[in-house]
């Protein structure tokens, strides 16, 4: 509870917090105990004391579940590795709580302390690399805010004529409150590298190495190029796509991690399972490529 809060009672306050709980179902959590403090449950009239704390859970919010298994592709008593599909996202946020990689892990796992070293956007599939001893957070967390991990990602767009490799170099900038980032005049803070490793049908097969971490770096360098990944609902225009919308995901795929062990010194290395199904669905019958390589659906 602020310093500065002038409210009468903590009920006051909580209708004042932003947190859009309706006064009935308040009224509720007060009844039912579910607001307390370090002495035990508060009652609605209970007086309002600068600096002092309440604590409650939220109720969750309705989730359409996401149709696709979270897989494991690695995992001993350190790590888990997972392979995540597309439309779900790595940790419980904004409306996503349930459907979220790291829950369901947690629960099917039965590794309460699970926490994840990284994230990937909900839209973006493949490797996630998680710690299930908590002792070992930091070691595994710092490999990735230090930039001592390789990654290495798949992407489908349209077939260029550029020469390739090249790099990406730009500044990207997030405000907060806003979905979208940009990129603007000023030094650099993000770059990528950009291969073309295959093409037809009017399409690439691209491998991007991004060198740092923005917010929506590889989409953005992407569609800088001129080549926007297929099925981005915000590069170059926001689609407005609905959260239950399963359809067209991003062709983007977390494929490699690969990172000398911080506890060992063992060199580590990760590959999906996964395949971008744009680039499944042009190859010939024939191919090495099937559609079964694709997210599996969830039963």
């Given amino acids: 509870m602020p310093e500065d809060g002038s409210w009468t009672t ?4 909580l209708l004042a ?3 859009r709980i309706p006064a009935a179902r308040l009224d509720e959590m007060f009844s039912s105990g579910e607001i307390v403090d370090m002495s035990g449950p508060v009652a609605s009239d209970a007086p309002y004391v600068p ?29 888990v590795v997972a392979d995540k599909p597309h439309f779900l996202s790595t940790i419980p946020r904004g409306g996503h709580v349930l459907e979220s990689a790291l829950v369901r892990l947690r629960r099917d796992l039965e590794l309460p302390f699970l926490v994840p070293a990284h994230r990937l956007d909900r839209v973006t599939a493949g490797l996630v690399l998680f710690v299930a001893d ?17 990654k290495e990602y798949e992407a489908v767009a349209a077939a260029s004529n550029r020469e390739y490799p090249l790099t990406v170099r730009s500044r990207i900038v997030k405000e907060k409150g806003t979905f979208e980032a940009r990129e603007v005049h000023g030094e650099p803070n993000a770059e990528t590298l950009v291969e073309l490793i295959d093409e037809r049908d009017g ?4 491998r991007l190495y991004p060198r740092t971490g923005r917010t929506h770096q590889l989409r953005l360098h992407m569609n800088s190029l001129g080549t926007p990944i297929i099925g981005d609902d915000l590069y170059p225009t926001p689609s407005g796509r609905a959260v239950d919308d399963f359809t067209n995901p991003l ?13 060992s010194g063992a060199p580590r290395r990760f590959e999906t399972r996964r395949s971008l199904e744009k680039w499944v669905a042009t190859r010939a019958p024939s191919g090495e490529e099937t559609p079964s390589a694709l997210p599996e659906s969830r039963h």
Avoid: M, N
Wanted: glycine share 4%.
């Fill in 10 to 13: 903590i009920r006051e306050f």
């Fill in 251 to 263: 062709q983007l795929l977390a494929s490699t991690i690969e990172f000398e062990d911080p506890l």
């Fill in 134 to 150: 908590p002792s070992c957070r930091g070691a595994y967390q710092a490999l990735f805010q230090e930039r001592k991990v390789r």
């Fill in 51 to 79: 600096g002092e704390a309440v604590w409650f859970h939220r109720d969750l919010p309705d989730e359409t579940p996401v149709p696709f298994e979270v897989s494991v592709v690695y995992r001993d008593e350190t790590l």
């Fill in 17 to 19: 917090d932003q947190r």
């Fill in 203 to 206: 399409l690439g097969r691209y």
